[in-house]
């Protein structure tokens, strides 16, 4: 069953049903002002971190689940009747109800009793505000007198403490209320310089700061006393909840149709002058009231919207795509493109599962998501690299995440997941092809971000590669150190105590147990960083990682190689991981995925025995599962993921960010069909019928949907912010489609199902756009490129002769 449709045209996908399995959300905002937004106007809003800039409270995990959001509700003033046009909060049955995500707005609106109601929610670019225009039209025949209510519940800034420490909490709430704008100023008396807004563009009719006279004693937000009473009390907030709520009086016309604007933002002041008179303890608003006043105006919140509209059209037409699949189509597109946008914006931060006080910036998460970003946003994309880089240990090692708000690595995590460090040379390596911006090599970049200890980027890059090498274990393998990409694969943490954190607890010295998976990812980084040094011209230097990798290999397949299928591991204790000898947890996906991504056993054979493998063991109809048979029970070797139930998260669960890897290991195999089979699996709009069981969202991946061995085998969780949505934009664009981007310069060499007659493809690629046609002649993956008519050798597009800015390409598949 479905709970909406896609409206390709408008990039939108339009729910029209309220009641989702979960909330379905998108983001708003994309610089420094953000907001997650559900289908039935759930959220919150921060600046820059959710954790410690929150402006707005949201209660995850609640009952009935989705609760704190921007909330209008409308009362007709006769019959005193009062709904939400989004349905939350109130939940009445609405005609036409329709809620239009898109490109970093939505729309949410209905009809009931005659009055058509829809609000579109947006981030301004290059401001740290949100609007809503909330447009109210009377369909009935006579004139009617409605009250319009917007509401939000103000956040006490951290969002940790806010959630916490009330005894401190329901004492400090201040606001103010000037010329009808609703200032939230709780702790600007002391050490802050900001404060939050909430303005209407309509004379108020009335207005409410404290949450207790807006609800009233036991209610709720479903049944606000004020909006039932029909008039707002004016309260202002001393301790206790502050809100902001408004109220505007609307006299309609048969057909007549008013527009009412909302701003809630967020504005920091010099600290030296907060106060206007500078003695008082007033918020100084001179600088503030021309943002309010100018966004309040309908034309200008207008105008503000086409340029965000035309902000996200520029990104996407970046690479635009024709298939005859439908569901590759808008994925790539539109909706895969835009989640790469949103792990750029909030890495792991905020999200409806991720409640924004937990993690910061993964230094492995944000490299992967590169991959997925890079070619729309690469100057964002070369400050997150440098920041990133700043966060390196001076041993090679990183910080496993940093603060987004200090830019310093996170202290109560430290480091010490052993294949951090190489994911830096993925992500420099895939800016690199994207830019040819080879200067970034050079920039200074400190260790630890401790001042002059900076070494040029490319320096950063070396220590990493080494320090797999200073860390082999007992077979030459790579050591795990706390753990590789699996978080929860814990091989030194051996813990029995409750509670205790399976990623930062080492119990065990670490000198055995080994990653056969790190050894693949050193092996795939060691010819990135070889690739990255001949071009520099130090090929002796390239000559010395290469060996190394080809050491590295012969190493996998004597120490790493099971018969059938690349081992996972060896623990503490030097016991195999993923074999066969296992009574659980015989085979895993993710070094049999990125051995073969990184090419190894090509030659062989044992790379395609390896993905009969994981096709035969691993394969699911809703995804690969990450490891079979499941683990039943918990192993205090292996640590967090036997802490899972059979077929959740990293215990067997359809890993989507790791299924790409497969994806890619069958087109190195030369295999378009299983690729693109495994991409259709687990492609959001793919599944879209199935809503009832996925439950997610259509439009965006999850990481991760329940496996065979759960009860609830295809339901997804954990929407959103996942590296799912960077691997397989690669997997599919650059190795299925096969467009992709090297240090040399455009390469075309699609592995596409042989049933595909070809695409057409648009691709800006160092600021030329390559119109792409690819024919299928043939059943195989060789490929003729011809460009302007003219044949091309190989299968590297040359930059345009000229300073042509527009090439057509066509590539004859046989
Ligand atoms: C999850 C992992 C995640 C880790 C982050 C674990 O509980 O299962 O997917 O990477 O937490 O800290
Ligand atoms: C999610 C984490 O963000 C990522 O870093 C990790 O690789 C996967 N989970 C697998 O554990």
Request: glycine share 8%; proline share 5%; with cysteine.
């Amino acid at each position: 069953m479905k709970y909406g449709h896609f409206d390709d045209r408008n990039r939108e996908y339009v729910i029209t049903q309220p009641d989702t399995p979960l909330p379905w959300i998108n983001y708003l905002g994309c610089q420094a002002y953000f907001g997650i937004i559900s289908n039935t106007a759930g959220g919150y809003s921060f600046y820059r971190d959710a954790r410690l800039r929150r402006l707005t409270r949201y209660r995850y995990n609640n009952a009935p689940m989705d609760f704190g959001g921007r909330y209008v509700y409308l009362r007709d003033d006769e019959s005193r009747e009062f709904w939400s046009p989004s349905w939350q909060p109130t939940r009445h049955a609405l005609l036409d109800y329709s809620c239009r995500h898109g490109m970093g707005y939505t729309v949410i609106g209905s009809t009931r009793s005659g009055i058509e109601a829809h609000t579109r929610y947006f981030v301004p670019l290059e401001e740290n505000l949100e609007i809503w225009q909330l447009k109210v039209t009377n369909c009935r025949a006579t004139r009617a007198h409605i009250s319009a209510f917007a509401s939000i519940e103000f956040c006490l800034w951290d969002a940790q403490g806010d959630a916490t420490n009330f005894q401190r909490n329901l004492n400090i709430g201040e606001v103010e209320v000037e010329d009808g704008v609703i200032y939230h100023k709780t702790e600007y008396r002391e050490r802050r310089n900001h404060f939050a807004y909430f303005a209407c563009s309509e004379p108020g009719a009335g207005f409410d700061t404290q949450r207790e006279a807006f609800l009233g004693r036991y209610r709720g937000w479903d049944s606000p006393a004020a909006v039932e009473a029909g008039q707002l009390t004016n309260s202002i907030a001393h301790g206790w909840s502050p809100i902001g709520a408004h109220q505007v009086k609307l006299d309609m016309a048969p057909g007549e149709t008013r527009q009412i604007v909302f701003v809630l933002g967020y504005h920091e002041n010099p600290s030296a002058d907060k106060f206007d008179p500078p003695n008082s303890q007033t918020i100084n608003k001179v600088r503030v009231k021309p943002v309010i006043a100018k966004y309040l105006d309908p034309a200008k919140a207008d105008a503000a919207f086409e340029r965000l509209r035309q902000y996200w059209a520029s990104l996407l037409d970046i690479f635009q795509v024709n298939t005859p699949d439908i569901h590759t189509n808008r994925m790539v597109n539109i909706w895969n493109a835009y989640q790469c946008m949103a792990t750029f914006n909030m890495s792991r931060s905020a999200s409806f599962y991720e409640s924004g006080i937990g993690r910061g910036l993964g230094f492995r998460d944000s490299n992967q998501d590169l991959l997925g970003f890079v070619h729309m946003v690469p100057a964002r994309a070369r400050e997150r690299i440098l920041d990133l880089a700043a966060t390196q240990l001076a041993t090679g090692g990183a910080y496993h995440q940093y603060q987004p708000l200090t830019k310093r690595g996170n202290n109560d995590i430290g480091g010490g997941f052993n294949d951090d460090p190489h994911w830096l040379i993925i992500g420099v390596s895939a800016y690199l092809k994207e830019t040819g911006d080879w200067s970034i090599l050079d920039e200074p970049v400190p260790f630890d971000n401790e001042p002059g200890t900076e070494k040029p980027l490319y320096e950063h890059l070396q220590r990493s590669f080494r320090y797999t090498l200073e860390r082999l274990g007992p077979h030459g393998l790579p050591l795990i150190g706390r753990a590789d990409w699996n978080d929860c694969l814990n091989l030194n943490c051996l813990s029995d105590t409750p509670g205790q954190s399976f990623q930062t607890t080492t119990n065990k010295e670490g000198k055995v147990a080994e990653s056969v998976f790190i050894a693949g990812l050193f092996v795939y980084a060691g010819h990135e960083l070889a690739a990255i040094a001949s071009h520099r011209c130090l090929n002796a230097e390239a000559a010395t990682y290469l060996a190394e990798v080809a050491r590295m290999e012969k190493v996998i397949l004597q120490h790493g190689w099971d018969g059938e299928w690349f081992l996972r591991a060896y623990d503490a204790f030097g016991a195999k991981i993923g074999s066969k000898e296992c009574k659980e947890g015989k085979i895993f996906i993710e070094s049999n995925g990125f051995c073969v991504l990184a090419g190894i056993g090509l030659k062989d054979g044992k790379a395609a025995k390896a993905m009969a493998a994981t096709h035969k063991y691993l394969s699911t109809k809703h995804g690969i599962v990450l490891q079979q048979p499941a683990y039943s029970r918990y192993y205090i070797n292996l640590g967090e993921i036997s802490s899972y139930p059979p077929g959740y998260k990293e215990n067997a669960g359809i890993f989507c960010h790791v299924n790409p890897w497969v994806m890619i290991g069958e087109t190195r195999l030369g295999h378009g069909d299983q690729a693109h089979d495994y991409y259709s699996r687990i492609n959001p709009s793919a599944r879209e019928e199935i809503s009832e069981l996925h439950r997610c969202e259509p439009y965006v991946y999850a990481q991760m949907i329940a496996g065979k061995d759960a009860p609830t085998f295809g339901e997804a969780k954990n929407s959103w912010l996942t590296g799912t949505a960077a691997w397989n934009y690669y997997a599919i664009v650059q190795w299925i489609l096969g467009v992709r981007a090297t240090l040399d310069g455009l390469e075309i060499a699609p592995v596409i199902p042989e049933s595909w007659s070809g695409f057409t493809a648009a691709r800006t690629f160092r600021g030329v756009v390559y119109n792409i046609t690819i024919e299928r002649k043939g059943e195989g993956n060789s490929i003729a490129l011809i460009m302007d008519g003219v044949p091309i050798e190989g299968n590297i597009v040359p930059p345009p002769a000229n300073g042509r800015k527009s090439v057509s390409i066509k590539g004859i598949l046989t």
